[in-house]
């Protein structure tokens, strides 16, 4: 129910908030340029007698991404949300209609998040959407208020980082994905304008499957994924103390979530992922800490561990991953632990673990499904993590 939002916000206390994205404070990054719409070339076909992964490849689409657009909030509650799209290239056979994964960035971050795993995705004929939330420090920045003012030391820097932290607002961002899911009409036609854009030469009328659409995100966003996969918060008071709160969303059919949230806030308990029956995969990692609040690696595990045994749940515990390190290099928390050297393999193997999972629970691929079952990313190359179903 969509009037049980505001309670979710109520449910979690400021000292339970969410880790932040993989970013740093905008007083040391310069404010990034609207991406323009772009075409990344599909790959090339491998030499004869080298094994290509099928699911760690890049896949066959070129790549388009749009200009950041925005669709409308139609609920009356907030703006309206700014977003990139980015999605395959279409052809005059195949323009779709086109699976969906919505992913939703760490607290501050914004819709450059995770382009590694969004290329990958587009690649393999996925439309990835990324809405930037009102917590995004850019947003801020466009609003005129720049959270790097003021910070010259250790000691306000870190202040710095806990006021972020704080501003995420859960209900916003739920109704934000929500407003993503109602605005799927404009996302087709901003697709369309920058394929036309390429001068590719034929008639386009993108289209996006509304029967196959997925959720995804890391830290705050996984929180945020988790709440509309159905998580039940438990508040301290009140007349949902006993049983919880829930508002899950009928629309997704499958959640990756990457470095979650477990029991280490009062809101959120052992009972919290009983109603989780849809497909899930969590990634979490053995140096995944939080730089803010209080997770752990142990923690991260928690929506896997506590989630019912539905067979189709899945684990993947990453050897040396750190809060950062599931999208490749990039920029790196402040306080985040240095990047393992094997910081490409892991962003690799997320990847192709994401896509087989999604292929097998979104569009019912039973090569994908197989791979999954006979412990597939198990055997990735320079990673060893631990892979459990249930």
Known sequence: MRILSPILLAALAPSAMLAFAATTLPATIPPSPAPKPDVQPAAEPAPAGVEVKAWQARGPHDVITTDRFQVPDRTGRGADV??????????????????????????????????????????????????????????????????????????????????????????????????????????????????????????????????????????????????????????????????????????????????????????????????LTRPMLVFAGSEDRAPVGNETPASRRHPFEFAPASGHHYLAFIDGATHASYSGPGRDLVFDAPPPPNIDHIADIVNATTLAFLEAHVRLNLEARNWLHEDGPANADAVKLEWRRK
Do not use: C, Y
């Open 82 to 275: 700014p977003l990139l799209a980015r999605g395959p290239m279409p052809t005059p056979d195949h323009v779709g209609p086109f699976p969906v994964l919505v992913f939703s960035h760490g607290a501050g971050g914004s819709d450059e998040a995770f382009e590694r795993l969004s290329r990958h995705m587009a690649s393999h004929g996925w439309v990835v959407i990324h809405p930037t939330h009102t917590d995004s420090i850019r947003r801020r920045r466009e609003a005129g208020n720049d959270p790097g003012e003021g910070v010259h030391d250790r000691q306000s820097l870190e202040a710095a980082l806990e006021q972020m932290v704080s501003r995420v607002n859960l209900p916003d961002r739920v109704r934000e994905v929500r407003a993503v899911l109602e605005g799927l009409g404009v996302i087709e036609r901003e697709l369309q304008k920058a394929a036309e854009q390429t001068g590719h030469g034929f008639d386009t009328r993108i289209s996006l499957d509304r029967s196959q659409i997925a959720m995804s995100g890391h830290s705050a966003g996984a929180m945020t994924a988790q709440s509309l996969a159905g998580m039940r918060f438990f508040p301290p008071r009140g007349p949902a103390r006993r049983d919880g709160i829930a508002d899950p969303e009928p629309a997704f059919k499958a959640f990756v979530i990457i470095s979650g949230q477990g029991t280490t806030r009062p809101s959120i308990n052992e009972r919290s992922w009983l109603d």
